[in-house]
């Protein structure tokens, strides 16, 4: 079996793409018995190939051209973004091509449309590469669990996240030194909001979701929270609790309904996806046959990426002429549960002045709303006057419970900031 | 698309193959859009299926007639062992019909005969469910990083030994204390040689190596050492090193040649491999373009081990009449190294009686072999005259180096016992 390959944007992917398809050809072809080769590569800056030595391969400024390119069987859009990336996709299935695509974003957003064309067009749409980057999450949750109901997926999805909070917990620094660096050093973008506000996470939380559960998931129902007013104080008293602080997405079956949110949360220190430092991702899955499994590996960066794109185009060479899977299998639509009625423990920060009496007026009005308290951290402090951190770990609680709890508590006079609220794994 | 599903053994693992086809039709037609539908079972003993309702199933005590039914076309073999096992697939193959096999020690010693027929006929051999159990490792390594060369795999899959070790490790047990309270609650195999002598693991070695690198693999050019010699004293100086002992297949690709071992092993207990605990497994793999993954969960028991055989069946399905893949890939053999070209670090943990000048002697014999020491343990003794450890960590050096210098210490007068030798990740 064989296909020909055309490439729509040749920068950090796109380039990681072209690079193993030219270098690992005969290796790909012995492990898998199939001949992909690289046919056609569009991009609208084309000195980004300097250097590059591409035989036989077209190479234009115009994917269009690509996409009616009779030598192309499968296109790999590789630009992101929302536009002309779907009109790109658009464009390729509708000319009966096979798409792969790492843009997660546009899954997230446009995901049902597309999924109507390339069924339409009896072709794929794979898109490996829109989560957790070199780790074959999607083949692992469609394929290697196909005879599982899953009941839980928990993963961190966000390198740079991921990053920012590790430096945070190993070497003691505050979130916006480590951001600063993370910027000049050219390892988070710029701006870097759609990392650190979470928004990312749910675009591939959206996309688990949807693929977990089989329905239509809109992005504004999943909860987003990002890691912006995590602080380094959280980190340690998290610590010294036996937590570390992770931004996770987590979808969980919740009979006839779901959960699909994004926040940071505490994780137990012996729990996996605690191990998981740096800019690596893992995804915790538990399901009813297989029980737990966790994939990790690197979810972003040139040729992580890559291999994730060119593990959907070698599966689409070796299905042949079989019938496609459909990308996504939209089932009947099922309600995304609001935070309000998400039920966990939770960590409080509270920033208070030193007065006798505070704890006892905090915990009376939570238990007031049914909120009990499962352990306590108060430090003396040795400037006298100055405000204090008051931190609370609380049992099993409905989160809007504790919410109202909070209201109440944030007007008390003696407290000085709105309390820091963090869920617990 | 849609297949009928016929199960040879109803013990264990086939008895969760049933109940996850009986309980899961809908969900997997659902989320992989195939119907697989069980229409008959085979076991000699019956009476495993006494209160499993089978409506429309047909239960014989014949896999032949099995194999023979219309009705099948894709056949289980969940009896384990060389044969009858081998005969049934061999039949199952040469009448057309696809096989899902969990028989890991058949693929391990009969491999390329059933690759062989596989082809033959035009049929699929599957058997994710022989390595790792519920984790989907197989799928990870052929398609989910089918664009990579695989450099190294590192992997925890024996679940028993795992467990034993976990309880040496973390509540200070003998290896046959927690031996003999594993086989009498059930846990561990009676008898349990061919866990705790490493057998088990170089089956699943031999199947991953013949995977990555695309080649034959004798078992005998696997070496294999078990964890019977590792006692709480090791586990001890190892974690006072900071490091746990871990049972490891190991195989890496070595210019042309590979390696393919199993043997405890120190692993440094930052590493993920470190925190796989119980009797879970977990499978790390290199390679050129993902670089660093990693595979966890359940290696045994009967739904995660049907969860893998139930994704083959499914994928079996989903091919519908597309051309299989072949089960292995044999290219070019390449030889397996001998144990003694090995290049590591080592732990030596040494019995000696305490004289002056022990110490000395040791190392100039080592230093005489091009062994040189990175670190030394060694604990004062109150019971003066008893024989006393020193422990030692060399740095990396030659295997086949190290032996002939330890035949050289092990003939010293005041070395007590043979040294223990543990090789470090």
Redesign the interface.
């Known amino acids: 079996?064989a296909a020909g390959v055309g490439v729509i944007g040749a920068g950090t992917v796109g380039g990681?793409v072209i690079r193993?398809?030219l270098s690992?050809a005969s290796?790909?072809s012995?492990?898998?018995?199939v001949d992909v080769s690289l046919v056609h590569v569009a991009d609208k800056d084309l000195r980004q190939l300097d250097g590059l030595d591409l035989p036989g391969v077209t190479v234009s400024e115009d994917a269009t051209a690509l996409i009616e390119d009779p030598s192309v069987d499968v296109v790999c859009e590789l630009i992101g973004g929302i536009d002309p990336a779907r009109k790109f996709i658009l464009a390729a299935l509708g000319a009966k091509k096979h798409v792969v695509t790492a843009n997660k974003m546009l899954l997230a957003c446009h995901g049902p449309e597309l999924c109507r064309a390339a069924i339409a067009n009896n072709v794929e749409l794979r898109y490996?590469a829109a989560v957790a980057g070199?780790?074959?999450i999607i083949?692992?949750l469609?394929?290697?669990?196909?005879?599982?109901?899953i009941r839980f997926v928990c993963g961190i999805l966000n390198g740079t996240c991921n990053y920012i909070l590790s430096r945070m917990t190993y070497e003691g620094l505050e979130f916006g030194n480590v951001l600063e660096q993370a910027i000049e050093s050219g390892f988070a973008e710029t701006p870097p909001d759609l990392d650190i506000e979470g928004h990312d996470t749910a675009h591939k939380c959206q996309i688990i979701a949807s693929l977990c559960f089989?329905t239509e998931v809109d992005l504004d129902d999943i909860y987003v929270e990002g890691v912006t007013k995590v602080t380094h104080a959280d980190v340690a008293y998290a610590r010294e609790m036996g937590y570390l602080i992770k931004l996770l997405a987590i979808v969980r079956d919740r009979d006839g309904e779901i959960e699909a949110r994004v926040h940071p949360a505490l994780v137990p220190e012996?729990h996996?996806l605690a191990?998981v430092r740096n800019e690596?991702n893992?995804v915790y899955v538990k399901?009813?046959?297989?029980?737990?499994?966790?994939?990790?590996?690197?979810g972003a960066?040139r040729?992580?990426t890559?291999?994730?794109?060119?593990?959907d185009?070698?599966?689409i060479a070796?299905?042949?002429?079989?019938?496609p899977?459909?990308p996504f299998?939209y089932?009947d639509r099922r309600t995304v549960r609001p935070i309000g009625s998400l039920e966990g423990r939770y960590y409080l920060r509270l920033t208070t002045l030193d007065r006798p009496g505070v704890l006892g007026k905090v915990c009376t009005i939570l238990g007031g709303h049914g909120v009990s308290i499962a352990s306590c951290i108060q430090k003396e402090e040795d400037d006298e006057g100055l405000p204090v951190h008051v931190v609370l770990m609380t049992h099993e609680t409905l989160e809007s419970s504790l919410r109202d709890a909070l209201e109440e508590i944030d007007r008390l006079e003696f407290i000085r900031e709105a309390t820091h609220v963090l869920r617990v794994l």
């Open positions: 079996m990681g193993i398809l690992n290796e790909i012995t492990r898998s018995s490996e070199g780790i074959p083949k692992a469609r394929e290697g669990l196909s005879g599982n109901r089989c012996d996996l191990s690596f893992a399901s009813d046959a297989a029980d737990a499994t966790l994939y990790y590996g690197r960066g040729l992580p890559a291999s994730a794109v060119v593990a185009i070698v599966d070796r299905r042949g002429d079989a019938s899977p459909p299998l089932g």
